[in-house]
């Protein structure tokens, strides 16, 4: 059965016309191979320092950023935000997010079967070779602090990073990942790698949701419980439960505490 249409309105963005006297905001377009095409968001602290700032990396960042506001930036003036998002004046970009944030599956995503997905590795090479990099080399950025942000996709993509490049961010967080993506390999794949980790802190975001819109269980094969174990025995983790809030929402209201994450002194 196909998935139920999500709302994907053109999303406003007013942090780059109203950006707050703590950070500048800006975009830019780059282009990591023929056809692959990122748009970058990014708000910078506006004091002048020789000092290099941790930042924030937002995967799905036409969404995230434009629901930052002033206020959320302001909160935090050394922290810079930088959203990884597409070519589009929506919200979203569905196919190119499930192109890039998951793994290759056994089977297609049984909601949309005819979408492309599995090029994780390709992504997770140009974001930490590629798009990082030239943030890196032409904005003030520290390469020791570095937190990755994911929602949903982006939170399995999230883990997918700590899995598999564990030295690429000093911090994760994660929001309500999709686990249940080629049922739960995941999770496997983060316990098979984790006794190699170096230390590193996760920040996990989940909401109390039992059932889908649809009836069924969200989660009937306690993959968040697993996955809530295995960090726990292996990283600095804090777990932040959103309660009544729903899987998209949660992106939302996810960001207060994810910047709060960012900006802790490692």
Not at 180 to 196: K, M, N, R, V, Y
Request: with cysteine; hydrophobic share 45%.
């Amino acid at each position: 059965m196909a998935a139920p249409a999500i709302p994907n309105p053109p999303v406003a963005l007013k942090l780059l016309s109203e950006p707050p006297a703590s950070h500048r905001t800006a975009t830019r377009t780059v282009e990591t191979k023929p056809g692959r095409r990122y748009r970058l968001f990014t708000a910078m602290p506006a004091a002048n320092s020789a000092e290099t700032f941790p930042a924030l990396y937002m995967l799905d960042g036409n969404a995230a950023f434009d629901a930052l506001s002033g206020d959320m930036l302001a909160t935090h003036p050394g922290l810079a935000v930088i959203g990884i998002g597409y070519e589009t004046q929506a919200g979203f970009d569905f196919e190119a997010r499930a192109r890039d944030y998951t793994p290759p599956a056994a089977a297609p995503d049984p909601r949309h079967p005819t979408r492309a997905s599995g090029e994780v590795a390709r992504f997770l090479a140009a974001l930490t070779r590629t798009l990082i990099p030239g943030l890196e080399a032409a904005l003030p950025l520290d390469p020791a602090r570095r937190t990755l942000w994911g929602h949903s996709f982006g939170g399995l993509f999230a883990l997918h990073a700590l899995a598999h490049a564990p030295d690429a961010f000093s911090g994760y967080s994660v929001v309500s990942p999709s686990l249940w993506w080629d049922g739960g390999a995941i999770l496997d794949a983060l316990a098979q790698s984790a006794p190699t980790w170096p230390p590193r802190a996760v920040d996990l975001c989940r909401t109390d949701t039992v059932r889908r819109s649809d009836g069924s269980l969200a989660d009937p094969e306690n993959r968040v419980a697993r996955l809530e174990a295995l960090l726990a025995e292996r990283t600095d983790l804090s777990i932040r439960a959103l309660a009544g809030v729903s899987h998209r929402a949660a992106l939302d209201r996810s960001l207060p505490g994810a910047l709060a994450f960012a900006a802790r002194e490692i």
